[in-house]
């Protein structure tokens, strides 16, 4: 079954707006960590959020955590067209060696 | 990039024919995964190994195999494809556990 779901399924925005996305998770978790995924590629990491963080900051990229609402959100801050892929969050279920996948979200950046 | 191929990177089989993917890395990572990817479904895990001939099952791991004799190569064996296995496999790797993750460029099949 699906660790975390992301929200919404699809986004399409202008570009230099800011994009918003959702991961909700059922289990406790270590980290939560947000792909990306360009259109014909395998994924690529973003940012790794730790459970007793609250907020983290890489570039124009912006990951929130609530553990207690178990849900984390990834800000997209002026977007580009070339930020135009899928978007997935992961989670370790609480220390596992595997990580489970959200089933993404599609954001089309337009120019 | 993290050093990860993956070949082939296409394939056509048919129907009842056994099929082995390799996944090949350069990082000397402990942990190797296949993943495959379907619309609809997102990343679902098929195996894992978490070091020389240690392996272990994920998600979907019926009609698959997997073996791990060296440290930096992964094989995914089908060992009779259906139509149901056509897809994308992923395979990815990190060098610790439930930690970030380095994917490979994938596979795409199709069982015919």
């Known amino acids: 079954s699906q660790q975390g779901e992301e929200d919404p399924q699809a986004l399409s925005i202008q570009e230099g707006e800011n994009a918003t996305m959702n991961c909700s998770y059922k289990?406790?978790?270590?980290?939560l960590q947000w792909y990306r995924q360009n259109s014909g590629r395998g994924l690529v990491h973003l940012i790794l959020i730790r459970s007793n963080e609250r907020e983290k900051h890489s570039g124009r990229l912006r990951v929130t955590l609530d553990t207690s609402k178990k849900s984390s959100s990834l800000l997209i801050t002026a977007s580009r067209a070339a930020d135009t892929a899928s978007y997935f969050c992961a989670t370790d279920q609480g220390g596992s060696e595997k990580l489970v996948f959200g089933k993404g979200t599609k954001l089309t950046v337009n120019p | 990039d993290a050093g990860i191929t993956q070949s082939p990177r296409h394939k056509v089989t048919e129907t009842g024919t056994p099929v082995t993917l390799r996944c090949h890395q350069t990082e000397n990572h402990r942990y190797m995964y296949w993943y495959r990817q379907d619309p609809g479904h997102g990343l679902r895990l098929i195996h894992y190994s978490y070091g020389v001939k240690d392996t272990d099952k994920g998600e979907v791991s019926d009609g698959y195999s997997v073996s791990r004799s060296k440290t930096e190569d992964f094989l995914l064996t089908l060992e009779s494809a259906t139509s149901s296995q056509t897809s994308v496999y992923f395979c990815?790797?990190?060098?610790?556990?439930?930690?970030?993750?380095?994917f490979g460029p994938g596979t795409r099949l199709l069982v015919l």
């Open positions: 990815a790797i990190s060098d610790r556990p439930g930690e970030t993750q380095y």
């Open positions: 289990t406790s978790i270590n980290n």
